[in-house]
């Protein structure tokens, strides 16, 4: 079964940083498209941050600052985001997200809460 599961959130002040992690089980991460969204309660969800096939970053609309990466890790078949100079707007749940071959599979989110 393929899946893929989000740790690494919690509470964070202004200006601190998190790293997040997607781990992927069922197949391999390691060649497929391999997506960051965010979602604010009452908002749609957005898409943070990527990382293609070929090892590519892509930032999406209004996260090209910087501030959010990705990276991989092909022996933990797993896919990290980084995320730094945070502030209390980015305070959301956080979804990892394969897409396999036209196959596309949602973590349940991690919850990041900024806030002093």
């Known amino acids: 079964q393929m899946q893929v599961v989000e740790s690494g959130g919690g509470l964070v002040q202004p200006g601190g940083s998190l790293r997040l992690s997607c781990a992927a089980s069922g197949f391999t991460a390691s060649d497929k498209l391999m997506q960051w969204f965010r979602q604010v309660p009452g908002n749609e969800r957005e898409p943070v941050v990527g990382?293609?096939?070929?090892?590519?970053?892509?930032h999406y609309k209004g996260f090209t600052g910087g501030r959010f990466t990705v990276s991989r890790d092909n022996a933990k078949n797993t896919v990290y985001l980084q995320m730094n100079s945070l502030t209390p707007e980015d305070t959301a749940v956080y979804y990892c997200?394969?897409?396999?071959?036209?196959?596309?599979?949602w973590g349940k989110g991690t919850r990041v809460t900024v806030s002093s």
């Open positions: 997200r394969a897409n396999i071959r036209g196959t596309v599979v």
């Open positions: 990382l293609d096939s070929m090892n590519s970053m892509l």
